[in-house]
C-alpha cells in the first residue's frame, strides 16, 4: 500500500517537473526532460511526453528530427477558440435552462393560494390587512402600518409547502 503511494508521489513529481518547463521554455530536448524530470533515458521522457498530451496535461509537440519537444501557447492552438467556443455555448445552454426553471417556480409560486393570501397583506389587498393576524406569522409594521419589505415571515410560512417543491 504504502509502495503504490510512494510510485505515486514519484509520478507526480515527474509531471510537476515536466509542467515546469513548459512556463520557462518554448523548447527543449527530450534528454533535457528526462533529466529534469528525473527519467532514465530520453525514451522515457517522450513516453511521458505523449501521455501528458493524451491527458491535456500540455500542450505540445514532439519533434523526431531534433527529438524535442515544443510547447504550444494557447493562442496559437488553431483548435482553441472552437473548443472554448464551444465551452461558453454550452455554459450558455445550462444557463438558460436554469433561468426557464426558476422562472417556471416562480410562475407557480406566485399562483400558490398560500402565497397569494400571505403577500395580499403586504400590498394592502385584503387577507391578513388590518386584522392583526400579520404579526403572529413574523410580520410586523411601522409607525404608519405599512408591512416589512423583505418579507420576513413568508420562508417560514412556505418552506414546508411550496419552497419543497422548488
Known sequence: MFYDLAVQAAAGVTKVNV???TKTHLSVSLADIA??????NQ?????LVVEMIDASQIRAKICQKTDSVVF???????????????????SMATARELAERIR????????????????SDFHGHGGLAGTGKGDAIGLSGDAGGAKNADHAGLG?????????SV
Open 104 to 119: 417556471k417556480k416562480d410562475d407557480e409560486i406566485r399562483v400558490s393560494k398560500k402565497y397569494v393570501a400571505a403577500t
Open 19 to 21: 509542467l515546469g518547463l
Open 35 to 40: 533529466l529534469a524530470a528525473g527519467l532514465p
Open 156 to 164: 417560514a410560512m412556505f418552506s414546508n409547502d411550496v419552497m419543497d
Open 72 to 90: 504550444v501557447d494557447l493562442v496559437d492552438d488553431p483548435f482553441f477558440a472552437e473548443t472554448e467556443a464551444g465551452k461558453l455555448r454550452k
Open 43 to 47: 525514451n522515457s521522457a517522450e513516453q
